[in-house]
């Protein structure tokens, strides 16, 4: 079995590419390298022991898709590329529609072409929008509360058009919580440009002194210490997600739809006390005011993925900051 993945060298993409090749399906990746670097691709090759091919290039590229489907007979797709800040995408929304819809678009138009309509697609969480009841459940109503999440709710929207039009497409959407932690053996990980957004990344750069402390976005909330609550999801979880996704549209036809996390909340506070812990090393931080969009607390209800998919994320929190922290030290 051969998967096109697209996005395959970026953080996501990678730890999957390397779950695919460990359970035998061959991997055909596209990815621009906007976020991500051509080493990721021997990387993969050295943790598993196995050759990739690599095409070097833009999804929204219709004739390079062509190209690629007339080369290889890829039997399933998993669509991770695309732009993925919310502040980005609220400075420079026409960015975000453009790459993220018009690559998913001429994804699909070529996938019918060529007669592959097996698709596995990177939704996220924040199609929730502002949560009313907690845990989520897929069939909670839907809302984006900026571009970034616009794109996500219009794409699920797209594929469930196409599945109603002609439903001998299988389609799997999986809506992911808060992914942190890297594959154990430090060669992969998540490697924002600049100064990161996200929680993880930046405990990291303090924990490395690139960064003097981290700012906690309020202490405020009504959660456990009062600081944000959300569903950390290891990242090699995750990746085992997608193939129980293909695996599940290759016995099941259809278009499905899962949360990806945990089921447990954690607040920012009690992760920076366990990275602290698990790598033995201070993370100096200050609270400071709420960040502006943020919600107190997120977390999947995950028993559609475990009942339907098998899905049960097995990595602890503890793993999820050892690993990630292992990953910097290993690429310093
Ligand atoms: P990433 O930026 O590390 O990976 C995306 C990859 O896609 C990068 O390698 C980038 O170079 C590539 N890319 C972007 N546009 C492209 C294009 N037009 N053509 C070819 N390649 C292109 O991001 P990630 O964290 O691995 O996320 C993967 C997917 O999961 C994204 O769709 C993202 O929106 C979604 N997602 C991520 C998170 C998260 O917290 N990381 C949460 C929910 C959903
Ligand atoms: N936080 C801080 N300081 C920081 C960064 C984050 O205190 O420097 C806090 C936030 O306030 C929040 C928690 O850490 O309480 C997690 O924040 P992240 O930015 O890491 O993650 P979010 O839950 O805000 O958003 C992420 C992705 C979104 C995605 C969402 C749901 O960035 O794209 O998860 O999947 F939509």
């Known amino acids: ?32 390298l906007s976020n991500s670097k051509k080493e990721v691709v021997s990387k993969i090759e050295q943790i598993t022991g196995k050759k990739v091919k690599f095409y070097l290039g833009d999804v929204r590229d219709k004739e390079l898709l ?4 007339k080369e290889n007979e890829i039997n399933f797709v998993i669509h991770f590329a695309g732009y993925k ?20 678009i001429n994804l699909c138009e070529v996938m019918k072409e060529f007669d592959c309509k097996n698709l596995v697609f990177s939704s996220s969480a924040t199609v929730y929008g ?8 897929e069939d909670f109503s839907l809302a984006a509360t900026n571009p970034y999440g616009q794109t996500k709710l219009m794409i699920e929207n797209i594929l ?32 924002p440009n600049g100064i990161p957004n996200n929680l993880m990344p930046y405990i990291v750069k303090v924990a490395n002194k690139e960064l003097p402390f981290l700012n ?41 739809i899962y949360n990806l996390g945990t089921g447990h909340g954690y607040s920012v506070l009690e992760l920076v006390n366990t990275f602290s812990k698990v790598n033995n090393i201070e993370v100096n931080y200050r609270i400071v005011d709420r960040r502006p969009g943020d919600v107190a607390e997120c977390y999947a209800d995950t028993k559609k993925a475990t009942i339907e998919l098998g899905f049960k994320a097995q990595k602890t929190i503890d793993d999820m900051c050892r690993d990630s922290y292992k990953y910097v030290i290993n690429n310093k």
């Open 66 to 69: 062509r190209k690629i489907f």
């Open 1 to 32: 079995m051969k998967v096109l993945v697209t996005g395959g060298t970026g953080y996501i993409g990678s730890h999957t590419c390397c779950e695919l090749l460990d359970r035998g399906y061959e991997v055909v990746i596209i990815d621009n």
């Open 216 to 256: 906690i976005f309020g202490n405020d909330y009504d959660t456990v210490d009062g600081t944000g609550v959300r569903d950390y999801i290891h990242v090699v979880d995750l990746a085992i997600g997608h193939v129980l996704s293909i695996e599940k549209i290759n016995k099941d036809k259809g278009i499905f």
């Open 160 to 191: 469930k058009d196409l599945y109603a039009s002609d439903n001998s497409w299988n389609i799997v959407i999986l809506r992911y919580f808060n992914p942190i932690g890297a594959h154990a053996s430090g060669l992969i990980g998540e490697e």
């Open 85 to 104: 800040a919310v502040g980005e995408s609220v400075l420079n929304p026409l960015m975000y529609y453009e790459n993220n819809l018009l690559s998913t």
């Open 130 to 137: 502002i949560p009313k009841k907690l845990p989520l459940k």
